[in-house]
């Protein structure tokens, strides 16, 4: 008598043969009978197949509540079609997204050359008047203020 | 039935109509009879018609759409918490048969479904494909993401674990049909 503590090797034939309804050869019966694994195996075989044949789904597409073919064809040809034009926009922007980069690389680098030189120049143009260089500073700041303002809402006009 | 054919327009109804049923009934016992089971199976199909895998036959487009909807009903039980909206219904209705007039093939069918989800998703995946639908190990494991040895031996533990539940709940050799 074997024992149910390891898979038996002849599960998988057994269960095979009663699930596809096929008659089981004597010789794989008489292993079944002596087996406590192909005993269950059979046992639980038994109970699922039930429920599958009992399932509301049934064997037939009409039966099962799933959309006709038809529909899921029509469903995967507009869903390629929206990649496509995805991909398609995306290509297109591209080079837009390549200039942007490369117009923020120059102006970095703009910046880094220039910026030091010109705070010299505007050291040696601040007035040694406090005063003086504080409305120097402030309208300074005014005129980047209003120059940032300006850059902004071309860029909302441009998002919208 | 070729690849070329299997992705045609007439090829793709013959093999949807053919597969797509057991597939639903497979997937319902893994994410629940109304937690999505049959957007998961038409998402399978349509990543089929998209992705136009090579190379496929028959069986290696079933063995296709079943890893799909392997994949995204665990990800849907994962994500959903279904696991403890299931738990919540099974403790509000007591485990009793639902309906008083049933026929106790279908109350037998009942307790057999009731045992099944109080295993993990994966040991119901396996029980469903090998002992419902009669798959082999080899073809089970691409799958479920599994060795085909490995199907052996975690096909063997679920297997015990149902058969204790069907102790638990009652369900003796008597009631086999």
Redesign the interface.
């Known amino acids: 008598m074997r024992s149910d503590r390891r898979p038996c090797p002849r599960e998988e034939k057994v269960v095979r043969h009663l699930v596809e309804d096929r008659e089981v050869p004597p010789e794989l019966l008489r292993h079944v009978e002596s087996c406590p694994g192909c005993r269950s195996a059979r046992r639980v075989a038994a109970r699922l197949t039930e429920l599958a044949s009992a399932s509301e789904e049934g064997e037939v597409l009409s039966e099962s509540g799933l959309p006709p073919a038809t529909e899921l064809w029509r469903t995967a040809e507009l869903r390629r079609r929206l990649r496509e034009r995805e991909r398609d926009a995306r290509r297109l922007v591209a080079p837009v997204r390549v200039a942007e980069a490369v117009c923020g690389a120059l102006a970095a680098l703009a910046a880094g050359t220039f910026v030091p030189r010109l705070a010299a120049g505007l050291e040696a143009l601040i007035p040694p008047d406090p005063a003086a260089a504080t409305l120097a500073a402030a309208s300074a700041a005014a005129a980047l203020a209003v120059a940032l303002g300006g850059l902004g809402i071309s860029r909302m006009r441009r998002g919208s | 039935m070729s690849g070329d054919a299997l992705l045609s327009?007439e090829g793709?109804?013959a093999f949807?109509?053919s597969t797509?049923?057991?597939l639903?009934?497979y997937v319902?016992r893994l994410v629940g009879p109304d937690a999505g089971a049959?957007e998961v199976?038409?998402e399978a199909?349509?990543r089929l018609?998209?992705r136009r895998p090579a190379g496929l036959d028959e069986t290696r487009g079933r063995a296709w759409v079943y890893t799909t909807a392997s994949r995204l009903a665990r990800e849907r039980w994962r994500r959903r918490g279904l696991a403890r909206r299931w738990a919540e219904a099974e403790t509000s209705s007591g485990g009793e048969s639902e309906a008083a007039g049933e026929s106790r093939?279908?109350g037998?069918?009942l307790d057999?479904?009731r045992a099944?989800r109080r295993l993990p998703v994966r040991e119901r995946a396996l029980?469903?494909l090998?002992?419902?639908?009669?798959r082999?190990?080899r073809e089970i494991a691409p799958v479920l993401g599994l060795r085909p040895g490995s199907v052996?031996?975690l096909?063997?533990r679920a297997?015990?674990r149902?058969?204790r539940i069907?102790q638990e709940m009652g369900?003796t050799?008597e009631d086999?049909?």
């Open positions: 327009e793709f109804r949807y109509e797509a049923p057991r639903l009934a319902r049959d199976v038409q199909y349509l018609l998209e093939a279908h037998l069918a057999v479904e099944l029980l469903w090998a002992y419902a639908e009669g082999s190990h052996r031996v096909l063997f297997r015990r149902l058969e069907f369900l050799e086999e049909r």
